[in-house]
């Protein structure tokens, strides 16, 4: 059980004897939930993309360092990881002080090994998403790549716990938080829970929908949600249909099929 609903069964004061016995009540309730126990297999694959998190973090960590510290130079280069080269280019024909070079030369360095160690991980992910049949299912669908359908596979529990695909957004953070009270039905922001991990990599489709907004008018349902609601809530409402779809996928062992225009 998570301590979080265990804890609305604590009496008073933090002790051993006060925990069991809110542990043993919480057990009891018929509505509580359980975390499932995972496999060795699973949980070795959900520390290799947690490796690749931290290493993806780490990196994006040493890209802003490389670039503000030239900055202090008057050495400037746009924002974004592909303009890197182009930053180390500039480095090294402007006119620095020793220290200085050999500070951004180890900075270099530690930037190509970290991205070598990347590609390592991600090379591991992409081969278990490839002998994966429930990821190779997810990567029919629009939008969900082999690292994305790989985490989901690993990171879901047993898809029979959900009733349905909302349940499986709700578990993801991806509908609405109500604040319901005397009949009115109040529903705010997404309520950001479950794994934030998932959602992250579902709500890549910020992209797609940027991309969408550049391109022409089209009269799809992504489109028509892009002319009345701002480009966040389209990839939000885009990721949620991502979820729901994959719950389908998932529980009848079929393929997406994109649904063809009149």
Known sequence: MQPSCVKGYVKRGKT??????????AVSRPSMRFVPVKSEETQTLLMTHKAREF?????????NAT??????????????????????????QADLPAPARKALSLLADQLIDTHKKIADLTADLRADAKATEDAQRLQ???????IAASALVSALPDIADFKSGRDLSAWLGLTERPHSTGGKERL????????????RLLLGVMAQVSVRRRGEPGDDWLWKLMSRKKPRQAAIALANRMARTAYALIKNKTEFRAVQAD
């Open 55 to 63: 290493l993806v973090r780490h990196q994006t960590q040493i890209v």
């Open 67 to 92: 670039r503000a510290h030239p900055g202090e130079f008057g050495i400037v280069v746009p924002k974004g990881i592909h303009n890197v080269e182009r930053l180390i280019f500039a480095c090294e």
């Open 16 to 25: 051993d004897a006060v925990d069991a016995e809110a542990i043993c009540e």
């Open 140 to 146: 029919t669908v629009p939008g969900i790549g082999p």
């Open 188 to 199: 705010g922001r997404i309520s950001k829970m479950g794994n934030r991990y998932l959602r």
